[in-house]
């Protein structure tokens, strides 16, 4: 069998002999989200562009979960049944389990994760309610409106989670530094 720790140590796919009560244990949680590549080898997403490409993919299919699941289209439930029962893969961007882990060689978890994606997107840009949560980039003030899930050429900050260009992007947001001025200022205020 494929050993989990061979494939997210050395991205070795390989199969080796194991004795019965490993191949029973393996066959049993094979469908468990158990491995953050995170926390056990994030040099993966670096060295290999499979786990790259899967890591946009699940960043992207995370971001779009904020509009599908607020939304009062039933879109949501035919995601939740493409991804059944595999709701990790839009919830937390760095689990997978040894299915997941098995399906990357052979493009399998990407083609699930883009048909999911393509599904979303195509609906939070026609939809109503959704397509009215877009970002207006406060860098260039471009009245089209901009989207966290376009991770191609949008830039989402960290500590506000305001969204701009990437084109935009500066060193320091400029939302996040109205904040920090406006809390200074509050304070030199309340020490007078």
């Given at each position: 069998?494929?050993?989990?720790?061979?494939?997210?140590?050395?991205?070795?796919?390989?199969?080796?002999i194991?004795?019965?009560?490993?191949?029973?244990?393996?066959?049993?949680?094979?469908?468990?989200?158990?491995?953050?590549?995170?926390?056990?080898?994030?040099?993966?997403?670096?060295?290999?562009?499979?786990?790259?490409?899967?890591?946009?993919?699940?960043?992207?299919?995370?971001?779009?979960?904020?509009?599908?699941?607020?939304?009062?289209?039933?879109?949501?439930?035919?995601?939740?049944?493409?991804?059944?029962?595999?709701?990790?893969?839009?919830?937390?961007?760095?689990?997978?389990?040894?299915?997941?882990?098995?399906?990357?060689?052979?493009?399998?978890?990407?083609?699930?994760?883009?048909?999911?994606?393509?599904?979303?997107?195509?609906?939070?840009?026609?939809?109503?309610?959704?397509?009215?949560?877009?970002?207006?980039?406060?860098?260039?003030?471009?009245e089209?409106?901009?989207?966290?899930?376009?991770?191609?050429?949008?830039?989402?900050?960290?500590?506000?989670?305001?969204?701009?260009?990437?084109?935009?992007k500066?060193?320091?947001?400029?939302?996040?530094?109205?904040?920090?001025?406006?809390?200074?200022?509050?304070?030199?205020?309340?020490?007078?």
């Amino acid at each position: 069998m494929p050993l989990p720790g061979r494939i997210l140590h050395n991205w070795d796919f390989s199969r080796f002999i194991v004795c019965g009560k490993v191949a029973t244990f393996l066959q049993e949680i094979q469908d468990f989200p158990l491995f953050d590549v995170r926390k056990i080898n994030p040099k993966l997403y670096l060295v290999f562009s499979e786990m790259s490409s899967l890591q946009k993919l699940r960043l992207q299919l995370n971001f779009l979960r904020i509009y599908l699941f607020t939304c009062h289209d039933s879109v949501k439930e035919r995601i939740k049944r493409i991804l059944w029962p595999r709701e990790y893969l839009y919830e937390h961007v760095h689990l997978y389990s040894l299915t997941d882990l098995l399906e990357i060689p052979s493009g399998k978890l990407v083609e699930l994760l883009k048909r999911a994606i393509k599904i979303s997107v195509d609906h939070v840009l026609t939809c109503q309610l959704c397509s009215q949560k877009g970002f207006i980039c406060e860098v260039c003030h471009d009245e089209k409106a901009i989207y966290p899930f376009d991770i191609e050429t949008t830039y989402r900050c960290p500590s506000c989670r305001t969204v701009y260009h990437l084109s935009c992007k500066k060193d320091i947001c400029p939302k996040c530094e109205r904040i920090k001025k406006r809390k200074e200022n509050a304070s030199s205020m309340s020490d007078m």
